[in-house]
């Protein structure tokens, strides 16, 4: 015998899950990326860690996991999954430090400075694309908004 798990209409939960604002945001992240997924990981068969770790060390430089992962609030684990995937890709290098052998200093290749400043022009056109659906104003506003909900100022 099945059982209905749908609750009567007068029992009905009052929460409207669609406008909870966690919800909203997981939607619209998911939505926004998925044109921009869709090329890092056909071009390049990159996953999103892996492009998040490209672009930082693309914007910024040499820097180690740890920075990586303090910056683009990534957890330890998948930084480092994405960081040996990109190096057996030949996009970066990683470099013992010297004076502390536990630290690697990680570098963009040729081959993953390529790769970044081809997804930078993407990424650039991407989000003048999803802008467009605004005003000048809503998008100041938006990104505003949005840098505060994650601590960014």
Request: a positive charge; hydrophobic letters at 40%.
């Amino acid at each position: 015998m099945t059982e209905n798990l749908a609750k009567p209409d007068a029992a009905r939960d009052d929460f409207d899950l669609a406008n909870f604002l966690p919800f909203l945001l997981n939607q619209a992240a998911e939505e926004s990326s998925l044109a921009f997924q869709h090329v890092y990981k056909n071009r390049y068969g990159m996953l999103r860690t892996e492009w998040r770790v490209l672009f930082h060390l693309g914007m910024y430089g040499r820097m180690t996991a740890k920075q990586i992962g303090v910056r683009a609030m990534i957890h330890k684990t998948k930084v480092s999954r994405a960081v040996q995937r990109l190096a057996e890709r030949r996009f970066l290098t990683r470099t013992r430090d010297e004076a502390d052998r536990r630290l690697e200093h990680l570098e963009l290749t040729p081959a993953g400075e390529a790769a970044y400043r081809d997804l930078r022009g993407v990424a650039r056109d991407y989000d003048a694309r999803l802008a467009r659906h605004f005003t000048s104003g809503e998008v100041a506003l938006l990104r505003s908004m949005l840098r505060q909900l994650a601590g960014i100022r």
